[in-house]
């Protein structure tokens, strides 16, 4: 099956900071959606991004299929963006399960 | 509009017993995934459906687990003879389609169900 791997595990910033999370996949995919979970534990989606660039407000995200990778872009970080972000990848057409990443952990520090 | 929901929310229960936890998915998507999250841990794919179609049972991790879906909508899994290694907090997603040339194939997830066994 599809492996699915986030860089880095773990990042801690201060307040303001900007940051970029990885996710790298092993095989061609045309599912890939990008969640965060909050402190809650409540899943949200952030993207669904199979290819290209999107944007919504200080989150973007880039996703290159034929290199296998996407990247999350979080600009002016805010305590409230803390949390653990995951990248979940598919191959739809094929009617192949959504596997998740084990997740990069922030904390943004006030 | 209603999101999805999950019963109960917590559960906690003596090892050995059976437990049924519920999912109600957002009406009218078509796909339901189970997946289980151990404390601080990703997610692991458990099972999911699509449609009428059989369910992908590949993630189940032994033969005490089970789920099912009734009318194309709620779904329960159950758990038989439960163990201390099954604590974890089990979650439910939706979404409209499994494919994208059909629709929406984006997930929402439920609250999840926070499962004790002592």
């Known amino acids: 099956g599809i492996q699915v791997e986030q860089s880095p595990p773990d990042l801690i910033l201060q307040e303001g900071a900007n940051s970029t999370l990885r996710c790298n996949f092993s095989?061609?995919?045309?599912?890939l959606q990008w969640f965060h979970q909050n402190p809650w534990g409540q899943l949200i989606n952030l993207f669904y991004i199979p290819s290209g660039t999107k944007q919504n407000g200080r989150l973007s995200a880039t996703t290159v299929a034929t290199e296998r990778y996407s990247l999350l872009y979080i600009s002016s970080s805010q305590t409230t963006d803390s949390g653990v972000y995951f990248c979940a990848v598919g191959r739809m057409n094929r009617d192949d399960k959504i596997i998740f990443g084990k997740g990069t952990r922030l904390h943004i520090l006030p | 509009g209603a999101g999805v929901s999950q019963s109960p929310s917590n559960k906690v229960t003596e090892k050995g017993k059976d437990v049924e936890l519920r999912c109600d998915p957002i009406?009218?998507?078509?796909?339901l995934y189970w997946y289980r999250q151990s404390l601080g841990q990703g997610l692991e794919f458990l099972i999911y459906?699509?449609?009428?179609?059989?369910?992908?049972k590949s993630g189940l991790p032994s033969d005490r687990f089970s789920a099912e879906r009734t009318g194309g909508s709620v779904s329960t899994l159950t758990i038989q003879r439960t163990q201390q290694e099954d604590s974890a907090v089990y979650l439910c997603?939706?979404?409209?389609?499994?494919?994208?040339?059909?629709?929406?194939?984006?997930?929402?997830f439920g609250p999840g169900t926070r499962l004790t066994v002592l």
């Open positions: 009406s009218g998507h078509t796909a």
């Open positions: 095989d061609s995919v045309n599912n």
């Open positions: 459906f699509q449609g009428n179609s059989a369910p992908d």
């Open positions: 997603a939706s979404s409209l389609a499994i494919s994208r040339v059909t629709g929406d194939v984006r997930q929402y």
